[in-house]
Each structure stands twice: as C-alpha cells, then as structure tokens.
C-alpha cells in the first residue's frame, strides 16, 4: 500500500475516508499507520490493534476497486469473502466508505472480545466433510467448522484445548495445518443483534451493481436489510454438510466460496479480479475452476498483490483489462508515448509513480517562466494598464491586499478548472470527486492544482503534501489555508477582484 499510494491517487482519497472515521473514534488515523514510509510491523498491529488489519484489508480492497472503476471496469457481479463481503456492498454503494469502516470496526470488536474468551482458528488441508468427521471425532460442543475456501481447504474454530486435540489428531493421520491469527471463528448468537444493533442506523442505499453473497449463496435484493444479513454472517460457519449429529445446519447460510464461484462461472463469469493486496482467493479460483475442466476458459488477476521480485501486479492487470477490451486507458499513456517512448508502460508506470510530482512541478515552474518572459517582451516600452483597462491576463496572479472570502475563491477555482478542462462548470460540483466521478486523471489534478496556485501567486506545493485534494471544495480549504499562511492579517476586500477567468461571478 505505501509504494500504491504515490501512484494511485484513489489509494489516499479512499483512507482519507477512513481516517475521518479512525479519528473520530480513536483519535489516530489509518493512513498515519499504513502508509508512512516506515511502515509499522505487521506482527504488533496485529496483537495491539485489530482494527488495523481489518480495515486495512478492507481499504485496500476498496481502493483497488476505484483504480478499476477510474479505468472504466464496470463489474458483472461483485463477491466478497468473509471481510470481503462489506468490501462488496460498500463498493456496490450499499454504505458509504465511512460507514463501511464503522461496521468493519464494530465486527473487529466483537471478534476480539469473543477471541478474547475463547479460542483459536486452524486451516486444515482436508475436504469440508473430513473436517466434520473430525470434528465429531474430538466431539467438543464449541468446536466447528468455521469456513471452506476452498473444497480440500477447510477452516475450524473452537476453544484452545480442542484445537490443540484436532492437531494432534492430524499429526497422527498426516493431514497439513496452520494456525491463523484472522478470526473465522462463528460467534456466539448473542453477537448477531448486538452487531445489527450497533449498524442499524447507518445509512443503507440500494444496491448499484449486483452483489453474490458466498453465505447466502444468491444475490443480494437491492433494499435487503443488511444489517441484519451482515448480523447472521457472523454466527454461521461458511461451509456446506452437517453437524456432528447428523442433523442439518441452517440451509440458507451454508454456502462456500468455491460454490460460489462454480455458481459465477456456470453464470457466464469468465473473467475474475481479486481487489486488495493479496492472491489467495486468485490462486482459489483458479484451483477450484482447474478442477472443473473449466479453468483453460477463465482469466484470474490480481491488483494490489507484489508477485515476484516485489513488483505490482496492478499494472499488468490494466493491460490485460484493456486489452480485452473491458477497461480503458489512462493519461499515462499519451504522456509516456510523448516523454519516453523507450519505457514500458510497466516501466514508465513505476517511473511516474516515483516522479511524476517532480515533473508535473517543473513545468508549472517553466511554464511561469515562460509566461513571465512573453509577457515581458509583449510590452517592453508600454505603460502597464491601469485597473481600468480590464481584466488581468488568464493565469497572471492577482495583486492581492486581502484574502478572497470562500465563495469568490470557489467561483475562481472552478472558473479556471472548466476552462482548462473544456468542460462545463456545472459539471464540476464542489463535491464531485475529481478523480472517481470526473475521470481526472492524477497528472491532470496535479497540473490544475498547479495552475490554481500560479494563479494566487503561492509557491508550488514541497514533497512532504501527500496527494493533491479529491474535490474542488477541498482544493478550496488547501488554497484558503495557504492564502491566510501569507496575509497573516486579511480583511475582507470591499470588491471582488478582478482574476480574468471566463464566465466570474462576484
């Protein structure tokens, strides 16, 4: 996510998001955690911080997904695994990102408090029905099958002392495991309506893209009642079968992700992306379709995942997207065939990645000096023009005795957006995010911002700002903030003052 961010913008506006929510209610942001340069260890955010791996999984998942849209991927259906599955709904508009991140928040604590009394979590490399023999076999009332990714990967739950018998069991007859330290484990029923309590009154939206749920093993409705979905999510295991007894589990929630995905294949999904940074539900997929004969007519990608030798796989993934036709391309490409035509676009993605800021800043420097320089021999031996004569020159900077008030400074940004832009400015919402809804691309933002500070007369911005702002009321607040740093002591000018842009209002 750290390498991510430099290059993606929506990496940062998506846990911009999140961290308004991490700081409302523990006073410390995400993104202080997760993309610093020196990043924090795994290990301790896991035992000190739960929250932190949930919602960075879920973040991640979230910003892959925008990359993906921002490129013109328009998914047939969206899937999530466990987590994943509030990662689906969120980016299927369901809940906003910020009350995404609550309700991954309230599932942290209440795993926690349950893990807290409770148990372990144990991968078992066995079919879902030997895992419930085996379970019988050992014949605890709290040990279960907690979840099935896959049809010989199968995931169980309980207290400590009867996992530590299921492993010496599978010690004896040879079976593979691991310990996990993500909670799989279905909790308690009592947890289901403090959940859907806790959740209940954030906003929910209908649905704007299909979602499969593996659980329900169906799509959801586009108005179901989330909360209380979400709520029984927690307390039923994902796998097929039967108890221990013989008897059947609850049937509507006893479906599996490999299910899931014969489901979408047998649906005609023939191309499957996996959002966030890892592979393994790539690898379950291609596993399970293998298995089915059907995995020659399949196409299996990942996003955020660093493949061998540490490299992003993001871009390879685009590449192959556009070249089937389902995504589209990028201003980086014009730029690469016009700056370094040499360079891959592997290549000149992690160029731009790295540099691109510098470069975008160097010529806003140059073209001020260009500006200066043809203005200067345009009128050598002419007397200035007076106030009268009219308006400045667009992209000249206005001689400033005070601060513009907010709405004057929000009428001249985006005055000066839709010009550059050629679009219309009612297109250009102060809300509307630039990248996400826009299609503004970073290089595009970064030179917009640019020119809106040339235009004030402020310096550019140094390398320590992370990311340019996602919408033009926040590129408002950055130049208000900026303007009062160097006028310590504004008043309000009693007129407008003249900027020269198109179609100003006062």
Same mark, same amino acid.
């Given at each position: 996510m750290r390498r991510t961010h430099h290059g993606y913008s929506q990496v940062r506006a998506v846990f911009d998001e999140i961290d308004a929510v991490t700081e409302e209610l523990s006073a410390r942001r995400l993104s202080d955690l997760l993309l610093d340069d020196e990043p924090a260890d795994p290990a301790r955010l896991?035992?000190?911080?739960?929250?932190?791996?949930?919602?960075?999984?879920?973040?991640?998942?979230?910003?892959?997904?925008?990359?993906?849209a921002d490129h013109g991927l328009r998914p047939g259906v969206l899937m999530g695994h466990g987590l994943g599955e509030i990662t689906a709904l969120v980016a299927a508009g369901g809940y906003s990102v910020g009350d995404?991140?609550?309700?991954?928040?309230?599932?942290?604590?209440?795993?926690?408090?349950?893990?807290?009394?409770?148990?372990?979590?144990?991968?078992?490399?066995?079919?879902?029905d030997r895992a419930a023999h085996l379970v019988g076999l050992v014949d605890h009332p709290l040990l279960s099958v907690a979840s099935e990714n896959h049809d010989a990967r199968t995931v169980l739950s309980g207290p400590r002392e009867a996992i530590d018998q299921v492993k010496a069991v599978a010690d004896r007859l040879g079976i593979r495991y691991a310990e996990l330290a993500a909670?799989?484990?279905?909790?308690?029923?009592?947890?289901a309506p403090r959940f859907a309590a806790a959740v209940r009154d954030l906003p929910q939206h209908p649905l704007t893209a299909p979602v499969h749920s593996p659980l329900l093993g169906r799509r959801y409705g586009p108005t179901e009642p989330?909360?209380?979905?979400?709520?029984?999510?927690?307390?039923?295991?994902?796998?097929?079968?039967?108890?221990?007894?013989?008897?059947?589990?609850?049937?509507?929630?006893?479906?599996?992700?490999s299910d899931a995905v014969r489901t979408l294949h047998g649906h005609g999904e023939r191309t499957?992306?996996?959002?966030?940074?890892?592979?393994?539900?790539?690898?379950?997929?291609?596993?399970?379709l293998s298995e089915e004969g059907a995995d020659h007519s399949v196409t299996v990608l990942p996003t955020l995942y660093t493949g061998?030798?540490?490299?992003?796989?993001?871009?390879?993934?685009?590449?192959?997207?556009?070249?089937?036709?389902?995504? $589209?391309? #990028?201003?980086?490409?014009? *730029?690469?065939?016009?700056?370094? +035509?040499?360079? !891959?676009?592997?290549?000149?993605?992690?160029?731009?990645?790295?540099a691109g800021r510098d470069v975008v800043q160097l010529v806003s420097r140059r073209v001020t000096a260009f500006r200066d320089a043809s203005g200067a021999a345009g009128t050598a031996g002419s007397p200035k023009p007076s106030a009268a004569s009219g308006p400045a020159p667009a992209g000249s900077a206005p001689t400033l005795t005070a601060v513009p008030d907010r709405g004057e400074l929000m009428t001249t940004v985006r005055a000066l957006y839709a010009r550059t832009l050629s679009l219309p400015e009612g297109l250009?919402?102060?809300?509307?995010?630039?990248?996400?809804?826009?299609g503004i691309c970073e290089a595009e933002q970064s030179d917009l911002l640019s020119r809106a500070l040339l235009h004030y007369g402020l310096p550019e911005l140094d390398g320590a700002t992370p990311t340019t702002p996602q919408t033009l009321n926040? $590129?408002? #607040?950055?130049?208000?903030? *900026?303007?009062?740093?160097?006028? +310590?002591?504004? !008043?309000t000018p009693t007129r407008p003052l003249s900027t020269g842009l198109p179609n100003e209002t006062s």
């Amino acid at each position: 996510m750290r390498r991510t961010h430099h290059g993606y913008s929506q990496v940062r506006a998506v846990f911009d998001e999140i961290d308004a929510v991490t700081e409302e209610l523990s006073a410390r942001r995400l993104s202080d955690l997760l993309l610093d340069d020196e990043p924090a260890d795994p290990a301790r955010l896991a035992a000190d911080e739960p929250w932190v791996t949930q919602l960075a999984v879920y973040g991640s998942g979230l910003a892959a997904h925008r990359i993906l849209a921002d490129h013109g991927l328009r998914p047939g259906v969206l899937m999530g695994h466990g987590l994943g599955e509030i990662t689906a709904l969120v980016a299927a508009g369901g809940y906003s990102v910020g009350d995404g991140a609550r309700i991954v928040i309230h599932r942290s604590d209440l795993l926690r408090d349950r893990d807290a009394a409770s148990g372990a979590t144990l991968t078992l490399s066995i079919s879902p029905d030997r895992a419930a023999h085996l379970v019988g076999l050992v014949d605890h009332p709290l040990l279960s099958v907690a979840s099935e990714n896959h049809d010989a990967r199968t995931v169980l739950s309980g207290p400590r002392e009867a996992i530590d018998q299921v492993k010496a069991v599978a010690d004896r007859l040879g079976i593979r495991y691991a310990e996990l330290a993500a909670p799989h484990t279905p909790s308690p029923a009592t947890m289901a309506p403090r959940f859907a309590a806790a959740v209940r009154d954030l906003p929910q939206h209908p649905l704007t893209a299909p979602v499969h749920s593996p659980l329900l093993g169906r799509r959801y409705g586009p108005t179901e009642p989330l909360p209380d979905l979400l709520a029984n999510h927690l307390t039923h295991p994902t796998t097929p079968s039967q108890n221990p007894t013989g008897n059947l589990t609850d049937p509507p929630l006893t479906k599996s992700f490999s299910d899931a995905v014969r489901t979408l294949h047998g649906h005609g999904e023939r191309t499957f992306v996996e959002t966030g940074g890892g592979a393994t539900l790539s690898c379950l997929v291609h596993r399970t379709l293998s298995e089915e004969g059907a995995d020659h007519s399949v196409t299996v990608l990942p996003t955020l995942y660093t493949g061998h030798g540490d490299e992003l796989r993001l871009p390879d993934t685009l590449t192959a997207l556009r070249e089937a036709g389902l995504a $589209v391309g #990028d201003c980086l490409q014009p *730029l690469r065939a016009r700056l370094a +035509p040499e360079l !891959t676009e592997r290549e000149f993605a992690a160029f731009w990645a790295a540099a691109g800021r510098d470069v975008v800043q160097l010529v806003s420097r140059r073209v001020t000096a260009f500006r200066d320089a043809s203005g200067a021999a345009g009128t050598a031996g002419s007397p200035k023009p007076s106030a009268a004569s009219g308006p400045a020159p667009a992209g000249s900077a206005p001689t400033l005795t005070a601060v513009p008030d907010r709405g004057e400074l929000m009428t001249t940004v985006r005055a000066l957006y839709a010009r550059t832009l050629s679009l219309p400015e009612g297109l250009i919402t102060p809300y509307a995010l630039l990248g996400a809804e826009l299609g503004i691309c970073e290089a595009e933002q970064s030179d917009l911002l640019s020119r809106a500070l040339l235009h004030y007369g402020l310096p550019e911005l140094d390398g320590a700002t992370p990311t340019t702002p996602q919408t033009l009321n926040k $590129v408002v #607040d950055l130049i208000t903030t *900026l303007l009062h740093s160097h006028h +310590p002591h504004p !008043t309000t000018p009693t007129r407008p003052l003249s900027t020269g842009l198109p179609n100003e209002t006062s």
